[in-house]
């Protein structure tokens, strides 16, 4: 059975960039059609996805985060990781990642996000 | 504010049915397919429906999805208390070239 867990500290400074990591176990992070991605959930809020990437590299990111996000990959450590930088208060969130599909399928996109980790909370404060 | 436009909340007794709806766009739910996610209380979302209407191993078929145009609908019957969850509906967006989500609708089981 698939399992993720993400890593990182709970606390961030204002401005500072925020890293977490999470480790894939039970199969492989390399595996085809399989995406991994970060989706976060402030206090109270909805969802909203971060970013995604491929183990190839090949990366998505939400435009709304306005190129603050780089999310790579270490197929070596089965790992894949999400740097958010120049946070804010607003950034305060929990913090998922999770595995997806993303493909065209006669003529429309395919998302669905089927495996997430159990959530890691990060807070933005000096 | 959300892409995706669901109810805030929902009420129904147990053993009845509801129908929790997600209104998009074309450039999103009319030329994408939908999802559904439950998320219990303290607890990560978990998928319930994807690709419209197909249910992972697992979820009862008391779950049900559907879509028309721009809009889709999730559908619940036999309501137990444990069904008491944040629903959210999911899709991508062609226009922003980014995953989307409703606002999530927040069901009480009376």
């Known amino acids: 059975q698939l399992q993720l867990q993400e890593s990182g500290p709970g606390l961030v400074k204002p401005s500072e960039t925020l890293s977490l990591t999470c480790t894939v176990s039970g199969g492989s992070i390399s595996t085809d059609s399989h995406y991994w991605g970060w989706i976060r959930q402030p206090p109270g809020k909805g969802l909203e996805w971060i970013g995604s990437?491929?183990?190839?590299?090949?990366?998505y990111d939400n435009p709304s985060l306005k190129s603050r996000v780089t999310i790579s990959v270490d197929t070596s450590k089965n790992q894949f990781s999400l740097k958010l930088s120049s946070v804010t208060a607003a950034d305060t969130a929990v913090y998922y990642c999770?595995?997806?599909?993303?493909?065209?399928?006669?003529?429309?996109?395919?998302?669905?996000?089927?495996?997430w980790g159990q959530g890691t909370p990060v807070t933005v404060s000096s | 504010q959300s892409v995706l436009t669901q109810p805030p909340s929902v009420s129904a007794a147990p053993g009845q049915k509801v129908s929790i709806s997600c209104s998009g766009s074309s450039s999103n739910i009319g030329n994408s397919y939908v999802s559904w996610y439950q998320q219990l209380p303290g607890t990560a979302p978990k998928l319930l429906i994807y690709e419209n209407d197909k249910r992972p191993s697992g979820i009862p078929d008391r779950f049900s999805g559907s879509k028309s145009g721009t809009s889709a609908t999730l559908g619940i019957t036999g309501l137990q208390t444990g069904d008491e969850a944040d629903y959210y509906c999911g899709t991508w967006d062609n226009s922003l070239s980014a995953g989307v989500f409703g606002g999530g609708t927040k069901l009480a089981v009376l």
């Open positions: 999770v595995k997806h599909f993303l493909q065209w399928e006669q003529g429309k996109m395919l998302l669905y996000f089927d495996y």
């Open positions: 990437i491929y183990y190839t590299g090949t990366t």
